[in-house]
Structure formats: C-alpha cells, structure tokens
C-alpha cells in the first residue's frame, strides 16, 4: 500500500516540490494561485460532503463522528502540551501555541488522504467534511487555556469575544461549512451541473497544490534553526500518538473502516493556516519559528507520505 | 509656489495577522488614515519569510501612516512597548505635505 | 422559479461570500484569482456567443437587439439621471456618474442570468454577448454629456477623442468583442478541441467568481455611509423601471422570450468595472462612494437574488 | 567615500484609475522616471477599501518619483490645485542619492 | 495548412492579444494568472511525455534526439554570435546575451507547436519534451563563453558553479524534468485519475495563456526605441536559420517527420524566461532592452504565426 | 516619552533577478535585515515596463534595508561603482526608529 501511496502522481508532485525546495530551486508558485487553489479544494470537499449528506441523510454515525471530532480537538492539546513541556522542553506559551495546532486539523492532509483512501477502494463518509470543519477551532481554545492557566491575565486588548468572533469567522470554517450546506441544500440533482469543474478537475489540482505544499515545507524546514532534536521527534511522535487516538477512538464508536482511517489522519495532522494566524494575535509571545516548523516543515510531510498509509493500515488492523 | 506643513511618515513592519490591532492603534491616536504597502519577501535575524507560501502563516506587511507630531508619538509610545514581543519594526521620518491640516 | 433560483449552487456561492462578509469573516478570494476568472468568463461568453452566431447567421433579430440594446444604454442615464436629481437631490457630476453606472451592463449578471435562464429552459440567442458588449460604453458618453451639460468646459486634460480611445479599447470590450470574432471564425468545429475549458468548467468558475461577487458587494454596502435613504431606493427601482422598458422593448422589436429577458436583465444591471474607472478619469469631483454603494451594493444584489427571475416572469407575461 | 547628492522623494497616493493622468504630470515635470509602490488595502476619511477587489473600482496606488527641487516644485505645483477634488495624498521627503545628475 | 493554423483558436488568441496591445488597450493579464498558465503547461506536457515515453520505452530515437537537441543549444549560439556581431554590430556582450538566448528554447513555442501539429495529424513523440528541457540550459554557457572570451576576467562575484546551481535549478528546467519522471513514474494508469485536469483543459488554458503572450510581446515591440532594422531583421533571419538546422538535423538522424518538425521549431525558438534573468545576473552589462525585443518581441511572434508551419511544411518535404 | 535613535533607510530599485546578488552585499555589510517592496510598473530612461508581465524578464523590485551609518556607507561604497552598469536606483534617507541598537 506504501507502494501505491508513493507512486501517486499526488504524492509525487509533493516529494518534486520538495526536493525543488532542498535544492534551492527558484521554481515557486505564486501566492494567489496558491489561495486560488486551497479555496477550489475546499469549495469542493465542502460542496461534494453536503451532496453526499444529502443522499445519505442526517445519521447516527454522522453525530457519533462530530462527537467525536470535536472532543479530540479540545482533549489533544492537553496531551500534547503534556508532552512538549515535559520531553520537548517548552516555556507554557510556546508549549499551548504548539498544542493548538496538533489539537487542530490540515485540510490538505485530509484531502490528500481522501482521495489517497478512495484511489485504493476506501472512500471516508460524505460526512467526515463536516467533522473536519467541526475539528479546525475547538483547539485553539484548549491551547490559549493551557498557555495562560495560572498567569495573571496579561493585558491584552483582545477580549475573548473578539478572539471567538475571529475564530468562528475564519474564512476556511466559513468556506467549508457554507459550501458543505449549499451540497446539502443543492443536493445530486443541483450538483450536477457545477460538477464538471468541482469534480473532474479536483485531483489534478491536488497535485499542483502539493507542489506547493512541498515547496513550502521544505523551505520551512531548512529556516528551521529555532527546533531542537527533542522537538524534531515530537514532531514525528505527536501525530503518531494522535492518529492512533483517532483511529481507536472511530473503531470505538463504531466508524466504518475508511472512515475511521480518516478520523485517524485528522487527529493525527496539525494546523498551520488558520492557527498560527490565532496564534500570532493571541499569544504573540510564542515563537512562529517553533510552530511552523514542527506542523509544516515536519509533521506535515510526514502525515502525507507515512502518516496516511499508517492510520489506514491501523484502522484495517483494527475494524 | 505652494505651501507645505511638516508631518511625520510612519512605517510599521509586522506579521500581516497583527495589521487588525495596528489599525486599532492608528485609529486610537487619532490618525486619519493608513494605507499597507505590499512586501514580497525579507529576511532577519529569525531567518528569511517570502510571501508566496499558501499557509499565510510568515506574510510581513507595512502599515504606512502619515500624521502631525502629537499623533505621531502617541502611536510611537503605544508601540514601543510590544516592539520586542511582537517583533515589529518601527521608523519615523520627516516629510512635506500639502492639505496639512487632514493629518 | 424564485426557488430553484434561490436554491441553485450558483446563487447559494453568492449569498454564501454575502453573509460572509456581512458576518466579517476575514475570507477573501485573491485579487488575481477573482481577475482570473473574470477573463476566463468573458472570454467563454463571447467565444460561445460567437460559435452560435457562426451557426445561425446575422439575422434581423440580431440587428433589431443590437440596435434596440445601443439606444437603451444611450438613452437610460437621461431617465436616471432624471430620478436621481429629482428623487436622489445628487449635484449634476454625480447624478451623471450613476446614471452612466445605470445605463452601461454588469458582465457577471448577464452571464449569471444566461445560466439561470438556460437551466430553466430558456436559453437566449448567442448573439446577446454581442449586445452586452455594445451596450458598456455608449452610457458612459450621455453620463458625461447630462454631467456636463451647460457647464462652462471645466479645465479638464481630457480631450474628448483619449476619452473615448480609453472607452473603446477598455479591457472587457476588447476581450468580449475579441472573443465573440474568434469564436465566429472558428466556428463549432474549431471551437471543438477548447471547448473543454470554456463549457465543461463554466458553471462551476461561476460559483467561485459569485462567492468573490458576494463577499465584494457586502463589504460595499458595509462601507456605504454615503448613501441617503432615497438612493437606497432608487438602487432598486432604477432596475425595475430599466428592466421593464427592456423586456417591453425586446417584446416589441419581436425578439423571442428567452433573449427577451436577457435583455430585460441587460438594462436593468448596471455596471462596476468599467464605467466606475471612466468616471473616476473623466468626473473625478463625483463621488466613488455614491455610484459603487449603488450598483454594486444593492443593485447587482438584487439582480442576482430576484431581478433575473423578474424579468423573466414579465417577458414569459409578454411574450 | 562616494559623494551623494540631496534630492526630493516624492510619494503620491491615488486612486488607481488617475495612474496615466499623474504619470503625464511627472514627465510634463521633466522628471526622468516614476515606479508604481503595490498598496494593498488602506482607509481614511472616506472609509476603507481593499485591493483584493474584483471590480478594481477602490484600487489605489502609490506613485514613487525622485527629483531635484525645482522640478519636485513644478510638479507640486501642477497636482497641488487638483488634490483636495481628486483625493490625492502627496509626500515630501528628502532623500541622498548617488548619480545625481540623471534626476 | 498556414490557413489551418490561422483560425485555430489558439492562434487567434495570440493575435487578438497583439491587437489589443498594439491598440493600447487597458487589457491585462494579472502576473499571477499567467505564472499559473505556465506552471500548468509545463507540468501538463511534462507528464504527459513522460507518460507517452513510459509507453513507448526508452528508443534509439530518444537518445538521438537527445544529443541533437543539445548539440544544437550548445552550438547554435556560434553562428548567431557570428551573425550578431558581423552583419548586426552587436558588442561582444550584447551579441553573447542574444546568441544565448536564440541558443535556447521557448517552451510556449513548441507547446503551441505540438498542438498546431497534432491537430494535423502529426503529433510529435512524446520524449520531444525531454528534448525541450535539455536545450534550456547549455545555449547560456555557450553565450557567456563568447561575450567573455579573450577578454581579462571580469571582477565578478558569480564563480562559475553559482552560475551553473542557478542554470540546473532553473524553475522551469525543474518542473519539466519532474513532471516529465512523474509521468514515467505513474505510467498510465496513474496518470488515468489527474488525466481530466491535465489533458482535457489544455486547449483552453493555452489560449488563454497566447492571450496574455500576445499581449506582453506587443508592448514589448512598442518599447523597443533599442533595436535598429538590422537587427529587426535578424530576429527573422535566426529562426529561419537555425529552424532550417533543426529540421535538416532531425531528418538526417532519422526522426519521424512530426518530431522533426518539433525539432525545427526548437532550435527555430528563442527563450524569454530562463536566459533573461541568467543573463541579466551574469551579463548585467548587456541591454535588456535588445535581447527581449528580439526574442520576444519578433521572433516569438514570427515563430507562433509563421514558423511551425514552415518547418512543419520543411519537414514534410525532407522526411 | 520613547528614545529615538537616527538610522539611514536605504531604497535600492533593482531588476528582480539581482536580488540575490543584492542580498549578499547587505549580508557582506553586516546589516540586520532587509525586506523586498513589491513595485507594479515603472518608467525611466530606457523605457516603461510592468510587473505583470509573465516572462518576468522585465520585473523591478525595491529593497529596504535599516541601519546605522557605518554599515550603510560600506553598503553604498560596495553598489556605488555598479550603479551605472547593472541600472540600480539608490536613495538614502534618514529614520528614527525605537529598539535601535539592532540596526
Ligand atoms: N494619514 C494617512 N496615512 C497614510 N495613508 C493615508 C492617510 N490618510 C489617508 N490615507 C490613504 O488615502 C486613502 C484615502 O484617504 P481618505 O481620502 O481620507 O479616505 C486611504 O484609504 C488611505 O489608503
Ligand atoms: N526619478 C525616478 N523616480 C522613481 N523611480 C525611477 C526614477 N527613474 C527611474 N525610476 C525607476 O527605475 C527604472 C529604471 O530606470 P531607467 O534606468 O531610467 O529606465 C524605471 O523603470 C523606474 O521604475
Ligand atoms: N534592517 C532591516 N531593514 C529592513 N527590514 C528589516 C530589517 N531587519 C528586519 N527587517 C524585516 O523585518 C523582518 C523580521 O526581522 P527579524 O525580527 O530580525 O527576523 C525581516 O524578515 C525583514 O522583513
Ligand atoms: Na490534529
Ligand atoms: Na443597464
Ligand atoms: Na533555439
């Protein structure tokens, strides 16, 4: 399954932009096409899970699931700033910052996987979408928490509405969630016209999308002086440790397999859009050299050429 | 030959996600107005950041802001404090204006 | 009719970026990207306008609509700029600024009309692109004219003939007209091996560009201190009233229903790109504020969410 | 040490359609060259406005030119009756530059 | 057959964005949007002659091919140097500056080529891409060898293995290359699933892209107050020479005619990405201004409208 | 009230594919950071050229550098001589800025 996972031209477009970067390629794609593409991707997850939510109806598995994903995104940041203040050696601010974004989900793991899963026959539930969406803030809360428990509350001007307002608005939950409810409002037969593009088109993108990805991991990586070893392993080790929370916790409940690799993926990846942005207005105290580099320049690339294979594999293993 | 009224041109250097707050500074002392002004890449003591990475996550931006003395080091002093913490870059320089009296 | 408009994935983008934007959220689609697909757009219309033509000729009713669509947008801004002294108490430059806004056409409606018509049937006549694009730029000339009018000539460098050069090679006449002529001469074979591109994606770049649309007309209408009562409503009475001399026009000069109501919706929209530039040239003392918080706040809203199915209404009534 | 010669940094502000119009302003100056600076969004007395705008309609723009002081006055001169109605900002600042003789 | 390419689509794009330019027309293509189209292109023909050779197997063909194409980069540079400096009084810097660039290869030519080709019924093989990215590279050692040679070293900070990093990581170069092992890699049936998106909208992405093309070498020819008749001329006169080698080279090493025709058109070709920027860094003393007016401004315009169909007619009549 | 300190702002309008070699000179005169100002079009003596051109061939950038007058001299002495031939543009202007001493 490695095998097939690495011979995808999806993937290989990821290691091409990789290895680019490391070789200190000039090759970069620009900024807007870059948003252009990770707003197609998610217009389309969103669109084709409510279409599918819609076929399938409003079931016990879809709540057990949000269920599910909202508590492992509050719970995994308690674990994972267990671990970074203890192995990684972490001051509480950078610890929490850090947690939030293991708490938190990838969009593009999770599509990466999607369509990685379902080329070899396990297609995840229409809606593990809207369990994505559910996972990418409850996080951030848990690791502003974890990061001032106990401090004098610093004089910061940002109340905890406004964060919330910026949480709940961010443009990525917006756009997932409102296009998952135009799929369910539009249904197969108001899809059908608008699929030629959101559907055909879509793993082509990924690729070009992952080129991106890879350039960008990689260039983080080498930029990467702030981490040390102890931080290079957690960075290997939290998404191991989270996937198979994940994994467990969807055999549990009682996930169909494919779905339960998919909730095993998501717990297992970390943020680095719409946290570290949190982060940066919230907790500017927290080193950015610290977070990016573990959740993007580490344990992204990891999740997408090993972590999917693992969980997927696991959660088999398991169900 | 027209007048011209001396001003001060600020220029505040920050990660993009913290221009919301600057903007709330500027307006809080007092300045009519500010504009951001597009970089495309740079580089520091805490390593080089371009602009053309999806994730957002290193964008610099400067907020550029033009106004009278007064208003001018009511902003300095509300900065100076969080320089350091939140790594921003500020300069103040000397310019001419015409329309003085807007800033 | 009103409810498979408003239940259409196209329109449902549109409200999506709307609320967003009302909501706050800091979603955004980058500026290259919505320019992007704005060309791609363009582009498609008057290639595929043009491969019809080629198919069914120049007929009279090709004359008779282009002739009908170049009067309404010259004569237009008089009763509008009419209405907005009288009703809107605006100064003469900025009753002329609107009023051309209200004569010129808005590209994004039209196309979003032609797919909203044809899904339900009613596909208008290629040779309406044509007709689009002649009607852009002759309002431009009276918004001017009943600005001007018996003012001493204001000290402008504007010669009149760089006026109308900037008017005539304004960017989306030149890609309009200039795709409608390629997919003229190439006709349905030549139009065959591109066809992929400009069909199969159409509707579904539509989406994204109305998601842009509607995150762009909410932060306008947010941004619309300017604007009296009196405005507001005039912002949507101008379209009914312009709209319905356009389906009585287009019932009239003998058109069929569909193109009928494309025409309809073509006096009733009013433009954002290209006259807001020519005015900001060529009037700069009018107020942006007043003519964009108009067209492009209310105006192109309320074409989009009922304007369309309106005028379809009234020339299905007619016809 | 390489000599350096005073010159004026002239920055004006405007909204993106006025771009050719100035730009006439600047060579009627004799002024050897301009370059366009990418503002990204701003607000001011009139609201706030944003690049990432489809329409283009709010676009502004900062026009960037260098000169010595008399042909810096003569352009002042010439925009300064037209940037109260044309919204314009325009700044003065004083600048060192090397190879002097071609502004 | 010229009548053929002159209504294709595609071409017609090219010529309605030349018209526009040369009319001074406000039409643009935003920066990002054409960088976009040329990522796109390149990864498109990158994997697809991969997958076309992962068929057809690594042939004496391939490798003859191979080593005429760099043949003809290294070597072309010679005679155009000769030419540039003797009949077009070039400097010895400005000469090596063109020779480079008319040494190597204008990717968008021979894309357009192999689609004008095809559509004909004389579809290159598929490792002619490979060809493609050999040639980039080695015409720029030939061209800095001839401004510098004789000459005492100039004090210049690029040593030679900086310059040579730069050459192979070129952007463009790496994404051939990669796209082109992707496509070995992936085979068939991996390319089946991102095939859509690669293949079925090429076209129409290329026209979009001529557009744009169209449109920057227009104002290119509008700037170029550097470049006197002789030189006009030989920006006519090199493609016709150096096309003339390719398509006897190509028939002398036994290709089939539609590769040899391809062959033409690349050595026919000039590069406008690649060598600009390597030339400007190593060769700043050279005029910017004569280089990309040739290239760009006459010989891209020549070659896209004229040239394919000469070496494809010269191909047809050798082979 | 906030210390303030003088600094040299130095502007250097270059064709984009020399940055990396204008970069190692900054590095070479032991200045802190610098950060790229994105420029859209521009016009001068050899003609007009516009960023949005995809053969980027033509494309111009500005880079900004803050520091002390020491290592902003070296940093001229260093471009001075090449201004000529590799078309630079090089104002120097003064700034007071706040957390000095990292300049
Ligand atoms: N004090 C200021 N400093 C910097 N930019 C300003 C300032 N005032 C206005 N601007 C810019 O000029 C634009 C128009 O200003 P206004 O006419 O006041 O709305 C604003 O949107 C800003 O981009
Ligand atoms: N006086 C000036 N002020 C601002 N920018 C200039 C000036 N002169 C030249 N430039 C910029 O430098 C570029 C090259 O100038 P030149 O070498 O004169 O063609 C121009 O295209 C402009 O972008
Ligand atoms: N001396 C400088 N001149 C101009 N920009 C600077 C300078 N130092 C830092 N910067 C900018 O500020 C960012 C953060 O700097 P630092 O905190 O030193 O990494 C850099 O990436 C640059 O974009
Ligand atoms: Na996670
Ligand atoms: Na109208
Ligand atoms: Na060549």
Known sequence: MIVETLTSPVILFFVLGFLAAMARSDLSIPEAFGKAMSIYLMAAIGIKGGVEVAKSGFTADLAAAASLGLALSFLIPFVAFWLLTSIGKLSRANAGAVAAHYGSVSVVTF?????????????????????????????????????????????????????????????????????????????????????PLFDTGFRGVLCLFLLDMGLVAARRLVQSRAISARLAMLAIGLPLINGTIGVIGGTLIGLDVASTAALGVLAASASYIAVPAAMRMALPEADPGIYLSMSLGITFPFNVIFGITIFATLAQALG | MIETISRKRIEILMDTPLVPRLIRYVKDADISGWSLIHIDSGGGRNGEWRHDDVTGAAAKTILLAVANETKAQALIDRIAPILESHGLLLLVGDVEVVRGERF
């Open chain 1, 111 to 195: 599509v990466t996987a999607k369509e990685i899963l379902t080329g070899q026959g396990l297609a995840p539930a229409g809606y593990m979408v809207a369990v994505l969406a559910l996972m990418e803030t409850p996080a951030i809360i848990s690791g502003l928490y974890l990061a001032r428990r106990g401090e004098i509350k610093q004089s910061t001007d940002h109340t905890g509405s406004s964060m919330l307002h910026e949480v709940f608005t961010n443009g990525s939950v917006v756009l997932l969630v409102g296009a998952f409810v135009i799929g369910l409002v539009a249904g197969e037969d108001g899809f059908a016209p608008v699929k």
